[in-house]
């Protein structure tokens, strides 16, 4: 709402004085509402303050302003509260989605390599990107959520050649990951000693990629069974996508991308290998090997225009790692160089931190991610138990708490950050986690149980008061924090906001009853913390992380 009057007060007056342009500011902790610097057009007209101050002042006619004063420089302009603050609650109860901007966006996300384990970087992966999902959703975008699983390329060849050597069959019907994993690390063991099984490998990846059948079955067995495991992830974490379409659904479609190049004059051969030259500033782009197979960047061109035909993608956004940095430059520069019209944005992230040190849940040592998660959950539920012993569906509370900490704690820093894990602190019933903003909501939900709002006694006078008055303000800032988030795909802003809030929310209930007897009042307080819950929730929404109605 501010913003909208902001606007008009700035294009007003531009209109009036055509060459000059104005600023009108938010003052953060200011005694206005709204503030414009008069020094700027003082230097410029030549004029003193005070005097801009008289001229201005006479061209604000907008109806929302009470109140106009000059301090110290600046026009300071205070709305008619009552009047502003009942269309905030409104326009928020009522509010969907930002306008639709008729455009589309693809988020490829998680994207998890096969018989591998889901790492933790997999894990940011999919916290951040089904955030943004949710974000880019609420400012009005079409979003295709992709799942870009690494599903095709030399390591299969190397799995195969290694299953195929076995002596004893394996028994994937249990753990098959953590056993193909194995499998992996196995052959790299064993062609230490004997150089040709890479050989082999290569050639088993490219007869599997010219379509052998009995290669294929073995595969499609390895990316069935590990896609069950990932889908056990994701039905934790409450996390879904439009589409899976990995590295191998490319693979009939990379001849094209090829050709394109080729048509272009961009490919050049290179020790027997077909690159793209990227000039001084980057490494050339690895199309295809010397034998012909291709690589994840030609995929990923294949993937590009893909999403683009049949999508209509206009922008695609990446989230993956620090260290593919290099990937999607090189995939940049070749799109350019092919004229693809979408725009492409790597949104990067740092580490997660145990102790100190990086977390990992590769190797055979460390512990499963899926297990860190079902301890968040069990802690989680030690804790509602404390607090609340009777409590009823303990289990889809505890479940909804201790992801919702870990999903938090993930998205709370700026994403390029590195994020500390700890259970204990990311449980913590109060600061800056999921479970305080879970419990605000659950807070208001209890003072609001047994009541109906009567709208008709709802007096916006009320929120003239200071108290208030200042969480109307707040409130009033969530579309343009859902704007911001997007802008800088910073799922960050959406849960430092949340905070605030809830922080606003606990100190204004610390000093103000809600219940009170006079029926103006207590509806009118009413319509109030149920508004401050509904933005909480949607906030946690945003986030990907339940809301609940007892904890
Ligand atoms: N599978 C890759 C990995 O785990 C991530 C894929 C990201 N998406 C993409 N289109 N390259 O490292």
């Not at 208001?444 to 208030?468: F, R």
């Amino acid at each position: 709402m501010i913003d909208s009057i902001k606007e008009n007060i700035k294009l007003n007056l531009e209109s009036k004085y055509s060459g000059q342009s104005f600023v009108v500011e938010s003052p953060k902790h200011g005694h206005a509402d709204l503030a414009i610097p008069l020094f700027g057009l003082a230097k410029a007209w030549k004029m003193n303050p005070k005097l801009v101050f008289d001229k201005v002042k006479e061209d604000l006619d907008d109806p929302s302003i009470e109140k106009i004063l000059f301090t110290n420089g600046f026009l300071n302009i205070f709305l008619h509260r009552n009047d502003y603050a009942i269309k905030v609650l409104n326009e928020l109860n009522e509010f969907k989605s930002l306008a639709d901007k008729n455009e589309t966006v693809v988020i490829d996300y998680s994207s998890p390599n096969i018989a591998k384990s889901f790492s933790v970087g997999h894990l940011r992966s999919t916290v951040i990107g089904n955030a943004l999902k949710n974000i880019y959703e609420k400012s009005g975008y079409k979003v295709v959520g992709v799942n870009h699983l690494g599903d095709w390329g030399t390591q299969f060849g190397k799995m195969i050649v290694a299953y195929n050597r076995l002596t004893k069959p394996l028994d994937l019907s249990k753990d098959p990951i953590k056993k193909l994993q194995a499998l992996y690390v196995g052959f790299h063991e064993d062609a230490k000693e004997d150089p040709s099984l890479e050989v082999q490998a290569r050639e088993v990846f490219k007869a599997l990629e010219n379509g052998n059948e009995a290669y294929l079955t073995l595969w499609k067995q390895f990316r069935d069974l590990s896609l069950e495991e990932f889908m056990n992830m994701y039905d934790i974490l409450n996390v879904s996508f439009d589409a899976y379409e990995g590295e191998a659904f490319y693979n009939d479609k990379m001849d094209e991308v090829v050709t394109a190049l080729d048509e272009k004059g961009l490919l050049k051969i290179d020790d027997g290998a077909t690159i793209v030259d990227l000039g001084e500033d980057l490494p050339p782009a690895l199309i295809k090997r010397s034998d012909g197979a291709t690589l994840y960047l030609t995929r990923d061109l294949a993937a590009l225009k893909y999403r683009h035909d049949h999508y209509g993608a206009k922008k695609v956004i990446y989230v993956v790692g620090n260290e593919q940095q290099l990937h999607f430059k090189q995939l940049t520069q070749v799109a350019k160089l092919l004229e693809y019209p979408v725009e492409i944005e790597h949104v990067n992230f740092g580490l997660v931190m145990l102790d100190g040190k990086k977390m990992s849940t590769r190797g055979g040592k460390t512990k499963r991610l899926e297990d860190v998660i079902l301890q968040a959950i069990n802690d989680a539920k030690d804790a509602i138990t404390e607090k609340n012993p009777s409590l009823s569906q303990k289990d889809e509370v505890a479940k909804a708490v201790g992801v919702g900490a870990i999903v938090f704690n993930d998205l709370k820093n700026e994403r390029h950050l590195n994020v500390d894990f700890s259970l204990e602190n990311m449980l913590k019933f109060e600061g800056q986690t999921g479970p305080y903003l879970q419990y605000s909501s659950v807070r208001i939900e209890s003072i609001l149980k047994d009541t109906k709002i009567d709208m008709d006694k709802v007096d916006a006078q009320v929120y003239a008061g200071d108290i208030y008055f200042e969480l109307i303000k707040l409130l009033d800032q969530f579309q343009s924090n859902i704007i911001r988030a997007k802008d800088l795909n910073a799922p960050s802003v959406i849960a430092k906001y949340a905070i605030s809030l809830a922080q606003a929310f606990n100190s204004f209930y610390g000093q103000q009853k809600v219940i009170v007897d006079d029926l103006t009042i207590l509806n009118s307080n009413l319509y109030f913390v149920k508004t401050i819950q509904l933005i909480i929730n949607e906030c946690l929404n945003l986030l990907g992380i339940k809301s609940l109605k007892e904890m």
